[in-house]
Nanobody
Framework: QLQLVESGGGLVQPGGSLRLSCAAS????????IGWFRQAPGKEREGVSC????????YYAESEKGRFTISRDNAKNTVYLQMNSLKPGDTAVYYC????????????????????WGRGTQVTVSS
């Protein structure tokens, strides 16, 4: 069974940091691009960041540039999202998703372009 499992969410104060993890089971991430998405209550799911299978390409939504960093450790079959300078507007359920090989600035805006999804982890930014 192909699964992605997110972890690392929680409650953090504005300005704080969290590192989310996306671990794969049942398949190897080596040949997959991984995207991070988030969905706040009452809003559509939106792309946050993605990384191609060979790490050659990384993309971020405009509001996340300079604050979030995506990385991958294929030996651990895990992708990470380091989130710094968090704001209340970052509050959402964060999901990771996989698709074959390739990611781009356009693809990160298309949740439907991703095939395998995790169940999400809640991130709450509040004082």
């Amino acid at each position: 069974q192909l699964q992605l499992v997110e972890s690392g969410g929680g409650l953090v104060q504005p300005g704080g940091s969290l590192r989310l993890s996306c671990a794969a089971s049942g398949f190897t991430l080596d040949y997959y691009a991984i995207g991070w998405f988030r969905q706040a209550p009452g809003k559509e799911r939106e792309g946050v960041s993605c990384i191609s299978s060979n790490e050659g390409s990384r993309y971020y939504a405009e509001s996340e540039k300079g604050r979030f960093t995506i990385s991958r450790d294929n030996a651990k079959n895990t992708v990470y999202l380091q989130m710094n300078s968090l704001k209340p507007g970052d509050t959402a359920v964060y999901y990771c998703a996989a698709r074959g090989y390739y990611c781009s600035a356009a693809i990160v805006r298309l949740p439907e372009a991703f095939d395998i999804w995790g169940r999400g982890t809640q991130v709450t930014v509040s004082s």
